[in-house]
């Protein structure tokens, strides 16, 4: 049923609801719907996909209210929730609802709408509708409101670097969990990297059984206080893979995996050392940061070894014939675990040195009639996608995959700003923008640097929800190639599932927003809704960083008044912010925040102009 046609049944003022991420129209009326055993859904087309869509619905009422609701095909006068398809309806994901104090009407385009119809309806329930364990009892009640509500972009995604430092299924599910309640769809896995490869290959055993393991790991950020000469392994068998991809698939998240080429590629090497441009050369690693262990093997000339420091190795893939059927072999395994469109196969920060030395790459620039090395990477790259071209596959890769010439049907992740999403868009690719200035979860959430190990730059909550994916340099035409945005968690200093938790929440709830809500009603707002929001994350026990709360104060000064405007820039729930100020007669004034502080200065006390603004 039509949004319009159902508003006219509630207040026409609208008034705030705790959804995250934000619906396209909410409109607010009076009264609530009460939710009981005795309550039914109702599915005219009860099909397996509409049924899976349902279930979070019923498996969170047995576990926290004790009772689940019966499925039937028609609906009683009153005391239920009906789900139906609309064809008016356009866009993948879209759906409507619509609370009355005795029924519930929800419109779906299709089965993901349907389940996004749940998650939104879950959230109108009570906070403890998330509790693993029965509550005490209450009314479930949701308030009377008409929503429309549909996806601004088709790609909503996170990446989990598990390269570095591994994360078991248990916590991959929990957060695909997560993603789910915030309409997110799509969960990028970084498989492989130069510090261990995660994923079982049957045809390659040692990827898994040389490649996953690592003799130590740096101490500290780098350049680090030496090795903690602990060995490091951990991989993901084929079995568990296929779990996980199932999980996901009943929640409408597509699992993309990245094996990444031709650079970061030490752990295959280690592995296969056929692999690289020179195979009798040792590994080249700094001594003083590298294992006890390692440093004995490395006595060994020609030994080829997984890293154990962070940084960027000039130990390549070779563009030999044997390495392009190594890698085809791979990702012919990849893809028989993951039915997902894309393919990530990295591209990003390959050094050239060893290229350049191998008189093997210089003839194959001369035979190709390649530019040079940026030119042999683009012809390495394509080379990969017609492979899984010819699988009915695409590839995405990082932008520098843009370096050289970009392969004919790629896509491309913009994560070095936002330039390359933007010469890839007018190329007429697709681009999934994950600019490190506003989508690297990795970045410090906080100006306390003691806070945590984090690499790179400062990120807070309200510079990444201000982000906006569509670059003003596009026209409409252009536009629509920007497919989504991710959000990354690297981890090369978030050794535990509790501190990648951490890093990526609040902060992923807000990439949430920006990829679901068109029209962002404001920070202000998302905060408001977020404060309830975190009651649920704290049901399922994650571990959310709390620095959204922190204060800050910013400063105008108006130099005709002689007067300072100290007013509060942090988290929006103001109300609960009170001051103290020293009253003329003497004592302490407790006054409540409500609207920017004027100070008047003495007389002749005048502000220079390097206090401005730091007072």
């Known amino acids: 049923m039509a949004f319009l046609a159902i508003a006219s049944f509630f207040s026409s003022r609208s008034q705030d609801v705790q959804l995250i991420p934000y619906p396209e129209k909410v409109v607010k009326g009076k009264g609530e719907f009460i939710l009981n055993p005795q309550t039914v859904l109702v599915a005219t087309e009860a099909s397996a996909s509409v049924l899976s869509a349902l279930s979070p619905l019923n498996e969170k009422l047995a576990k926290a209210a004790g009772f689940q609701l019966k499925v039937v095909k028609i609906a009683p006068k009153s005391n239920f929730i009906s789900f139906a398809f609309d064809p008016l309806l356009t866009k993948p994901g879209a759906y409507s609802i619509s609370v009355f104090s005795d029924k519930v009407l929800v419109a779906a385009k299709d089965p993901s709408g349907i389940f996004y119809a749940v998650q939104s309806l879950l959230q109108l329930l009570p906070p403890s509708i998330e509790s693993n364990r029965l509550v005490a009892r209450q009314p479930w009640s949701m308030p009377v409101v008409s929503i429309q509500d549909a996806p601004a972009f088709e790609y909503r995604g996170l990446m989990i670097d598990v390269a570095r430092h591994f994360q078991p299924i248990s916590?991959?599910?929990?957060?695909?969990?997560?993603?789910?309640?915030?309409?997110?769809?799509?969960?990028?896995?970084?498989l492989v990297d130069d510090q261990g490869w995660r994923i079982e290959i049957k045809k390659y055993p040692k990827l898994t059984e040389v490649g996953g393991r690592r003799n130590g790991t740096l101490v500290d950020k780098y350049p680090g206080k030496g090795n903690d000469n602990k060995p490091y392994e951990g991989f993901y068998t084929q079995e568990q893979i296929k779990d996980l991809v199932a999980y996901a698939s009943k929640k409408f998240i597509t699992i993309i995996p990245e094996i990444e080429l031709p650079g970061h590629s030490s752990a295959a090497i280690a592995a296969y050392p056929a692999l690289s441009?020179?195979?009798?050369?040792?590994?080249?690693?700094?001594?003083?940061?590298?294992?006890?262990?390692?440093?004995?093997?490395?006595?060994?000339?020609?030994?080829?070894?997984?890293?154990?420091?962070?940084?960027?190795?000039?130990?390549?893939?070779?563009?030999?014939?044997?390495?392009?059927?190594?890698?085809?072999?791979?990702?012919?395994?990849?893809?028989?675990?993951?039915?997902?469109?894309?393919?990530?196969?990295?591209?990003?920060?390959?050094?050239?040195?060893?290229?350049?030395?191998?008189?093997?790459?210089?003839?194959m620039i001369k035979k190709y009639n390649l530019k040079d090395e940026h030119g042999l990477q683009s012809y390495f790259i394509q080379r990969i996608e017609k492979h899984i071209n010819s699988k009915g596959r695409s590839i995405i890769g990082w932008d520098e995959i843009l370096e050289g010439g970009l392969a004919p049907n790629a896509a491309v992740m913009s994560w070095r700003g936002t330039q390359g999403g933007i010469e890839s868009a007018k190329q007429g690719h697709d681009v999934v923008m994950t600019p490190d200035s506003h989508c690297y979860l990795n970045f410090y959430q906080s100006e306390d640097q003691t806070d945590s190990i984090a690499w790179g730059g400062f990120l807070p909550l309200k510079r990444v929800y201000g982000y906006n994916p569509i670059p003003a340099e596009l026209n409409p035409e252009q536009a629509k190639y920007i497919k989504g945005v991710?959000?990354?968690?690297?981890?090369?200093?978030?050794?535990?599932?509790?501190?990648?938790?951490?890093?990526?929440?609040?902060?992923?709830?807000?990439?949430?927003?920006?990829?679901?809500?068109?029209?962002?009603?404001?920070?202000d707002h998302f905060t408001t809704r977020l404060i309830p929001y975190l009651k649920r994350l704290e049901k399922h026990g994650v571990n959310y960083s709390r620095h959204m709360y922190d204060i800050g104060l910013k400063s105008q000064y108006d130099p005709a008044s002689n007067t300072v405007k100290v007013s509060v820039d942090g988290v929006s729930d103001k109300k609960n912010l009170f001051y103290s100020v020293t009253a003329q007669q003497g004592g302490v004034v407790k006054k409540q925040y409500d609207q920017p502080i004027t100070i008047l200065l003495l007389p002749n006390l005048r502000l220079q102009p390097w206090w401005k603004g730091r007072l």
């Open 277 to 363: 441009c020179f195979p009798g050369e040792t590994t080249v690693v700094n001594d003083n940061m590298v294992a006890t262990k390692t440093k004995q093997q490395l006595k060994t000339p020609g030994t080829k070894v997984v890293q154990e420091t962070w940084g960027v190795f000039t130990d390549v893939l070779s563009p030999t014939d044997y390495t392009f059927q190594f890698m085809n072999d791979v990702l012919d395994e990849v893809m028989q675990l993951f039915p997902s469109k894309y393919i990530h196969i990295g591209g990003d920060e390959c050094p050239k040195d060893a290229w350049k030395r191998s008189a093997f790459c210089q003839e």
């Open 486 to 523: 991710q959000g990354n968690l690297w981890t090369e200093y978030i050794k535990s599932s509790a501190l990648a938790e951490y890093m990526l929440f609040p902060r992923a709830v807000a990439l949430a927003e920006i990829g679901w809500t068109k029209q962002k009603p404001g920070f």
């Open 171 to 190: 916590f991959l599910k929990n957060l695909v969990d997560l993603m789910a309640m915030q309409k997110m769809n799509r969960l990028h896995l970084h």
